[in-house]
């Protein structure tokens, strides 16, 4: 018989839900990743060449699903899209509206739902497994946003890829092992609660 402590299980758990469950509590979070990631998108960087910029916006997509869950992280991410459509100026380099970067945002939305499922499968709680959720989600950005890209300009696909892929993958790989640290940290810190 061992007399370890038992480390609490939460399976089907996102660190959302952490917090005491509340319809306010619902809303504030939806609020507040939408928020977050309109923050994150002022952290913009200009490409040259393309019109698409690195920003924090991705990380902050993926995080906010991961951390809300799927349902939570689908209306923050739907929210800070129509809000930008609606005109708030909260897209990259403070912008709104539909641009040919508008095919990541939708990317977005799929992705912080795809990860939001996936955490509440335990994929946030090891770093190997919060990296191949955020390999996961960033495909889907990528998967959208790329041929988007190429319809909205006209550009070709491998025009597209060039401009809209490959000048981001290092950055993404720096947001992705962010990621990899924070989520597995965080539940560490909860289940020492």
């Known amino acids: 018989m061992s007399t370890a402590a038992a480390v609490p299980v939460r399976t089907g758990q996102v660190l959302a839900d952490l917090l005491p469950a509340s319809r306010v509590r619902d809303v504030a ?7 977050l ?7 913009s960087v200009p490409v040259p060449g393309s019109p698409v910029p690195v920003t924090g916006q991705t990380f902050a997509a993926l995080l906010v699903g991961t ?27 403070g912008t709104s509206g539909i641009a040919p970067s508008f095919g990541y945002i ?12 996936l955490a509440r499968r335990g994929a946030d ?19 959208i946003g790329v041929p988007y890209l190429a319809l909205s300009t006209g550009m ?12 981001f993958l290092i950055g993404d790989a720096l947001k992705a092992a962010l990621a990899m640290g924070a989520l597995p940290t965080a539940w560490k810190f909860a ?3």
């Open 191 to 193: 289940d020492k609660g």
């Open 29 to 35: 979070l939806v609020l507040g990743g939408a928020a």
């Open 125 to 143: 709680r090891s770093m190997l497994r919060m990296a191949g959720t955020m390999l996961v989600g960033e495909a889907i950005i990528y998967a």
């Open 156 to 167: 070709s696909a491998s025009a597209a890829i060039a401009a809209g892929l490959t000048p």
């Open 67 to 93: 951390s809300l869950g799927a349902g939570r992280g689908l209306f923050a991410l739907a929210l800070y899209a129509v809000a930008g459509i609606a005109g708030v100026p909260w897209f990259a380099q």
């Open 106 to 117: 939708l990317g977005m939305i799929l992705a912080a739902t795809v990860v939001g499922a």
């Open 37 to 43: 990631t309109g923050l994150a998108a002022q952290i």
